[in-house]
């Protein structure tokens, strides 16, 4: 008999949301187990901010249905408020308050906060308690606004791109942060275009385009999808071109497409596709500009789904 699933923290039927003629969130479709950390991962313009601003009870949607936590937010907003973490794109905190001073005052938002000195230490910045905001690095603040998200020790935590614009190091320290209030089985919901932080961080994952779910499941799931052990790309010389029949039929070729002058090859065996490779640019004098193999990823992924790249403009 198996094990029965984990209840769900979010549900979304049927979500639309337009502004004026723009369709920015199609009839999508979400399920969000409990303890979770569920992605969100797509370009910018893909819907996914404002799909997050509906779950978190910041924009009305034009047509589907809800529920987070079990309540709705016609029924039931400051029950819902006391139970969510919300940490927003761009979070506006007052420069002249001192870090200390901005957690407290968020924790007095709640009948139930986590005390503040917890929330400092759990976000590595006792040694910036004092420091007015105006003050703090990039990555200071972005942690600063996660710790206001998490002060009222919330079920379910939003974090909309909550690293972009970071450092490498400032990323891997919020990365930590998410993997711990995760470890505590509570629920996070992040949107995210870059796809290292989704294989990171995210038990699943749904790739959104357009405002649809176009994929949906675990990061090794989706990549395991394009069926290849390996990802060649490379560019040619002079603009020069080949068929992508030619090379589609080539040892070892899954797949082939072509880019702005990117190709791209899924290849099952490397050791075969790349002497082939070799071998037909050659018969056909045109020389390689670039050429590199990595192993394939939920970029590789949604450019399969697509023809375009995740942080397209």
Excluded at 198 to 211: K, N, P, S, T
């Amino acid at each position: 008999m198996s094990a029965p699933s984990a209840p769900l923290a979010l549900s979304v039927r049927g979500l639309v949301k337009r502004y004026a003629d723009v369709t920015a969130v199609d009839g999508l479709d979400l399920e969000v187990r409990a303890g979770e950390c569920f992605g969100l991962l797509g370009p910018n313009g893909a819907g996914k901010t404002t799909t997050i601003e509906i779950c978190e009870g910041l924009t009305a949607a034009d047509a589907g249905e809800v529920t987070v936590l079990g309540r709705r937010w016609d029924r039931h907003p400051r029950e819902l408020r006391e139970r969510l973490g919300i940490c927003l794109q761009d979070t506006q905190l007052s420069d002249k308050l001192t870090v200390e001073e901005t957690l407290t005052l968020f924790a007095s938002f709640y009948d139930v906060a986590r005390p503040v000195d917890d929330v400092i230490a759990m976000v590595s910045l006792g040694e910036k308690r004092a420091s007015r905001v105006v003050g703090l690095s990039g990555g200071q603040k972005q942690r600063l606004a996660v710790a206001c998200a998490m002060v009222g020790e919330p079920e379910l935590l939003f974090l909309d791109e909550p690293t972009t614009g970071l450092d490498p190091q400032s990323r891997r320290q919020l990365w930590e942060l998410v993997e711990r209030f995760k470890s505590t089985g509570r629920t996070v919901v992040l949107t995210t275009h870059y796809m290292e932080e989704a294989e990171v961080l995210c038990d699943r994952v749904a790739i959104v385009d357009h405002g649809k779910v176009i994929a949906l499941g675990t990061p090794r799931e989706l990549v395991a999808s394009l069926d290849a052990e390996h990802v060649v790309d490379f560019t040619l010389a002079h603009d020069a071109e080949v068929a992508l029949d030619l090379l589609q039929a080539l040892p070892g070729v899954r797949s082939a497409r072509r880019t702005a002058g990117l190709y791209e090859l899924a290849v099952g065996a490397v050791h075969e596709a790349l002497p082939g490779l070799l071998a037909l640019l050659a018969a056909r004098g045109v020389e390689l500009a670039e050429l590199k193999t990595h192993s394939p990823t939920l970029e590789d992924v949604f450019v399969g789904l697509t023809g375009r790249a995740l942080r397209d403009e």
